[in-house]
């Protein structure tokens, strides 16, 4: 287990190089510090289930860099997936969208769907950029514990099982984002979180 400095100017390098070989990297977010395996190492996603003692019904959201990443990662994007996609990205919003056949089970696990994001964070950017654009990503805590907006907290709660901790300060937004799914034009909203349901909901009934 290694903690370096979000300001080394190593940091970005060396995180997207523990990512390629399959180690798991925490890394600051707007939201809270989340711990990243890369989406086509299956053996690390599985890693990030045993350090959080996380239920293997949950599927593990991504975080990416660029919007050219949904057709990479998503089938069948729509207009409203678009819309919320380019009015809340980057920022506190997941969207949960049918998953690309080449992704991983243990990213997706039975549902057939991932759940995308872009964070408003140029550390985890950065990160997410130099690992190929896409990493598998969750909140950096014990399943079902509070949780971390420090690197302190993140190192307290996942120890020696993390690789590699990025240490960016304290994050500026504590909650987790808004997760939200689109059912037959439908918006159905899964997780309340930092962003406001009724603004995504207002900007699908924008034309």
Same mark, same amino acid.
């Given at each position: 287990m290694r903690v370096i400095a979000a300001n080394d100017a190593a940091a970005v390098d060396e995180a997207a190089r523990v990512l390629r070989e399959g180690g798991l990297v925490v890394f600051p977010t707007d939201t809270v510090y989340g711990v990243g395996a890369a989406v086509d190492r299956p053996d690390a996603v599985a890693r990030m289930y045993v350090a959080k003692g996380r239920p293997l019904d949950r599927p593990i959201p991504v975080l990416i860099a660029d919007l050219d990443q949904l057709e990479r990662l998503a089938r069948d994007v729509n207009d409203a997936i678009l819309r919320l996609a380019r009015r809340f990205w980057p920022g506190a919003l997941t969207i949960v969208v049918p998953a690309q056949p080449w992704l991983p089970v243990e990213i997706v696990r039975d549902t057939g769907a991932v759940g995308l994001r872009m964070p408003d964070h140029p550390v985890a950017l950065a990160i997410i950029r +130099?690992? !190929?654009?896409? /990493?598998? #990503? #969750? $909140?950096?805590?014990? $399943?079902?514990?509070?949780? @971390?907006?420090? %690197?302190?907290?993140? %190192? @307290? +709660?996942?120890?020696? #099982?993390?690789?590699?901790? /990025?240490? !960016? !300060?304290? #994050?500026?937004? !504590?909650?987790? $984002?808004? /997760? /939200?799914?689109?059912?037959d034009g439908e918006i159905r909203i899964l997780r309340r979180g930092a962003l406001d349901p009724a603004l995504v909901e207002q900007a699908l009934r924008e034309s």
């Open positions: +130099a690992a !190929g654009g896409a /990493v598998a #990503t #969750t $909140s950096a805590n014990r $399943s079902g514990e509070r949780e @971390a907006c420090t %690197v302190e907290e993140a %190192v @307290a +709660a996942l120890g020696e #099982t993390v690789d590699l901790y /990025v240490d !960016g !300060g304290r #994050t500026p937004g !504590g909650i987790p $984002s808004t /997760v /939200v799914a689109l059912q």
